[in-house]
């Protein structure tokens, strides 16, 4: 990934290249390198890169729709998430472009999702016994950012106009209609003032959307922060999930949040809008604060049931009574949830762990 500008002022000079391009193109290529980004001059040379012939990456870029699948997982709070996953060789694209170009982005520190090192946990410590906490999500987060959007930032990173033209086709799709039937007709007025109908969006499944919508919110968290010191109160993000904490008084208000949230291409959840004060169960991005940080009681009593059920009355018995026949990789599924724990509160976990790993599993 190293660019040498020697070697290639040395090179484009053999090629008979005038003194005016290669000013101009190292200029560009300088510019990259100073904010530690991979030096890409065109989609054809992001083919080298990729390992994909220049006329299959144009084939991807200009032919998006086919390149992705559409289907709906289970939300753990109920109902159903929409996801939108990459093929194998778009997929491969976006892993480069994620690794070698938005994950060198620097992001506000303030932004806990998505960023190596934290987590739900780091961004629920901030707000510890504090007297009061306002939560808020944004409405169909990813769902909001449009290819315009995602162009600006590429173009704002430094490259090339038609660079960052397939860049953003590459990181965006436009969903199919059956996607939007789960709005609800007053989400989906909301959504249409941000996003026009066949407008190309973030799609749920791609590895650059993470990494990208951080890099959309950089200027939102900005202003929070500021306005945050200014009332002298904690304010954190983890992906679309915004909280701020400390003195009841010192909140910030609904109304001024939303205006700001407006102005920065976005509209309020207003289903996860909640002030929450000492005394009342206090939760950040799904583990409670009022204490010390915790995986809610609830999820740990849970658990703890499903091992126990599979301990004393067999697995298959135990799907059975609580009609969970369809369920699979339950194993597995059941070890990913102490393994939450574990993440969160590990002394907790540990009972968890031994009982589990005494569990009778079905060959």
């Not at 040395?10 to 008979?16: I, L, P, Q, V, Y």
Request: net charge positive; proline share 3%.
């Amino acid at each position: 990934m190293s660019f040498n500008v020697e070697e290639y002022i040395h090179k484009a000079e053999s090629c008979g290249r005038t003194s005016e391009f290669i000013a101009k193109t190292v200029e560009y290529a300088e510019n990259l390198i100073g904010k530690g980004l991979p030096v890409i001059f065109s989609t054809n040379h992001l083919s080298e890169y990729v390992g994909i012939p220049y006329g299959d990456l144009k084939y991807i870029i200009n032919n998006r729709d086919k390149f992705y699948k559409f289907y709906e997982i289970k939300k753990r709070t109920g109902g159903l998430r929409q996801i939108v996953v990459p093929h194998l060789n778009l997929r491969m694209v976006q892993q480069f472009i994620n690794l070698e170009i938005l994950q060198k982005v620097p992001i506000n520190r303030n932004a806990h999702g998505f960023i190596n090192k934290k987590s739900i946990r780091t961004n629920a410590v901030q707000h510890i016994d504090k007297e009061a906490i306002l939560n808020l999500d944004l409405l169909k987060f990813f769902d909001s950012i449009s290819e315009r959007r995602v162009y600006g930032i590429f173009k704002s990173l430094g490259y090339t106009n038609n660079l960052s033209i397939d860049l953003a086709k590459l990181s965006t799709v436009v969903l199919p209609n059956d996607y939007y039937n789960k709005f609800s007709e007053c989400q989906l007025k909301l959504y249409r003032e941000l996003v026009p109908e066949n407008t190309a969006v973030m799609p749920q499944g791609a590895s650059t959307s993470p990494a990208l919508s951080n890099i959309i919110l950089r200027r939102l968290d900005h202003r929070f922060d500021k306005l945050s010191q200014k009332l002298n109160v904690s304010y954190t993000r983890y992906a679309d999930d915004i909280t701020f904490s400390g003195n009841f008084n010192a909140l910030p208000s609904i109304k001024l949040l939303k205006h700001i949230i407006k102005t920065e291409g976005f509209f309020i959840n207003w289903d996860k809008v909640g002030i929450y004060k000492k005394g009342r169960r206090q939760i950040v991005t799904g583990l409670t604060v009022s204490n010390g940080v915790h995986v809610h009681r609830n999820f740990k009593k849970e658990i703890k049931k499903h091992i126990y059920c599979c301990r004393v009355f067999g697995v298959q018995e135990h799907l059975k009574y609580c009609k969970l026949d369809d369920k699979g990789l339950y194993k597995e599924w059941l070890l990913g949830k102490i393994y939450y724990i574990n993440s969160i509160e590990p002394k907790a976990a540990e009972k968890f762990l031994q009982d589990f790993f005494t569990i009778e599993w079905p060959i």
